[in-house]
């Protein structure tokens, strides 16, 4: 009987449990089912680490097709020879012998040039600066007591003095003397303004369209190609007109308003416009007529 109690007592306790049991089971049962058509909790964030490692991956691909898509702002160069370019190969020409800068160091050589009067009133003393400047020499005869300093080599701040001076045919055509694209954003910018000085925007646009690229985060560069896209192309966008306005360049301004960049000159305020107002001046004749005119 005790047996039977014991028996009964455990058959009770195993019925009491059954639902719970069952229930249980159930559970586990629809557990294992789900585990069985889903992944393991380890390998599901494995997989979506290794999902964000790959589009990170493909970010960066994607950063680095961008830079190798956008050319160096800085290039490669032989210095001896574009400082050595010059428009007077001999005495004939109006040089004055490619050893004139034999022994002198660079950094009064450098130094010296900008520190040159843009204004000279003594012809005589004009005509000696200019040959200095246009002279074929021997770069190599400089004495580097400086570092050459990368876009105040000894032919951008030459080519800048010339436009200084107002010599703006003769910086054009020591720019012309490069066989290959400026390796630096300051000798390209005097470039620009050597050829709009001398009526040649067209050219100046389709330089500016070829190394736009390689300065596109540089101020001058956004509003030189805005500028074109108004005066050269019809192909003018919305953001090329909020360059110009917000520009803060009159000459600029009136383009993006429709206008004729016109210009009242006085020497005082022409002085007064930044480099490229008045190269896109000169450019579009705009000197001396007055008023603005209707531009397209």
Same mark, same amino acid.
């Given at each position: 009987?005790? $047996?039977?109690? &014991?028996?009964?007592?455990?058959?009770?306790?195993?019925?009491?449990?059954?639902?719970?049991?069952?229930?249980?089971?159930?559970?586990?049962?629809?557990?294992?089912?789900?585990?069985?058509?889903?992944?393991?909790?380890?390998?599901?964030?494995?997989?979506? =680490?290794?999902?964000? =490692? !790959?589009?990170?991956?493909?970010?960066? $691909?994607?950063?680095?097709?961008?830079?190798?898509?956008?050319?160096?702002?800085?290039?490669?160069? +032989?210095?001896?020879?574009?400082?050595?370019?010059? &428009?007077?190969?001999?005495?004939?020409?109006?040089?004055?012998?490619?050893?004139?800068?034999?022994?002198?160091?660079?950094?009064?050589?450098?130094?010296?040039?900008?520190?040159?009067?843009?204004?000279?009133?003594?012809?005589? &003393?004009?005509?000696?600066?200019?040959?200095?400047?246009?002279?074929?020499?021997?770069?190599?005869?400089?004495?580097?007591?400086?570092?050459?300093?990368?876009?105040?080599?000894?032919?951008?701040?030459?080519?800048?003095?010339?436009?200084?001076?107002?010599?703006?045919?003769?910086?054009?055509?020591?720019?012309?003397?490069? !066989?290959?694209?400026?390796?630096?954003?300051?000798?390209?910018?005097? @470039?620009?303004?050597?050829?709009?000085? +001398?009526?040649?925007?067209?050219?100046?646009?389709?330089?500016?369209?070829?190394?736009?690229?390689?300065?596109?985060?540089?101020?001058?560069?956004?509003?030189? $190609?805005?500028?074109?896209?108004?005066?050269?192309?019809? !192909?003018?966008?919305?953001?090329?007109?909020?360059?110009?306005?917000?520009?803060?360049?009159?000459?600029?301004?009136?383009?993006?308003? @429709?206008?004729?960049?016109?210009?009242?000159?006085?020497?005082?305020?022409?002085?007064?416009?930044?480099?490229?107002?008045?190269?896109?001046?000169?450019?579009?004749?705009?000197?001396?007529? @007055?008023?603005? @005119?209707?531009?397209?």
């Amino acid at each position: 009987m005790k $047996k039977n109690y &014991l028996t009964f007592a455990l058959l009770l306790s195993l019925a009491s449990t059954l639902p719970v049991y069952v229930y249980a089971q159930e559970e586990d049962h629809v557990e294992e089912q789900a585990e069985e058509s889903a992944p393991p909790e380890q390998e599901t964030t494995g997989q979506e =680490e290794v999902a964000q =490692e !790959n589009i990170a991956t493909e970010v960066e $691909k994607a950063e680095e097709r961008k830079e190798e898509k956008r050319p160096p702002s800085v290039l490669e160069v +032989n210095y001896k020879n574009i400082e050595s370019a010059g &428009l007077y190969a001999s005495a004939r020409d109006g040089g004055l012998g490619k050893d004139i800068w034999d022994n002198a160091h660079r950094s009064y050589l450098i130094g010296l040039i900008e520190r040159l009067p843009d204004s000279i009133s003594s012809r005589t &003393l004009r005509r000696l600066i200019k040959r200095a400047l246009l002279t074929q020499t021997s770069a190599d005869l400089i004495q580097n007591d400086i570092e050459i300093q990368p876009g105040r080599d000894l032919l951008t701040v030459r080519m800048e003095k010339l436009i200084d001076m107002g010599l703006y045919a003769q910086a054009f055509d020591l720019y012309s003397l490069l !066989n290959k694209e400026p390796y630096h954003e300051r000798l390209a910018r005097a @470039g620009i303004l050597a050829m709009l000085y +001398n009526g040649e925007k067209p050219l100046a646009c389709l330089e500016a369209n070829i190394l736009g690229t390689r300065f596109a985060e540089i101020e001058f560069w956004q509003q030189f $190609k805005a500028y074109c896209a108004f005066t050269v192309s019809d !192909n003018a966008t919305e953001e090329d007109k909020k360059i110009l306005q917000s520009s803060g360049k009159r000459v600029f301004q009136s383009i993006a308003a @429709g206008g004729h960049p016109a210009f009242s000159y006085t020497p005082q305020a022409f002085s007064g416009l930044s480099y490229i107002e008045q190269a896109v001046l000169v450019a579009e004749k705009g000197i001396g007529t @007055g008023g603005l @005119g209707n531009y397209r």
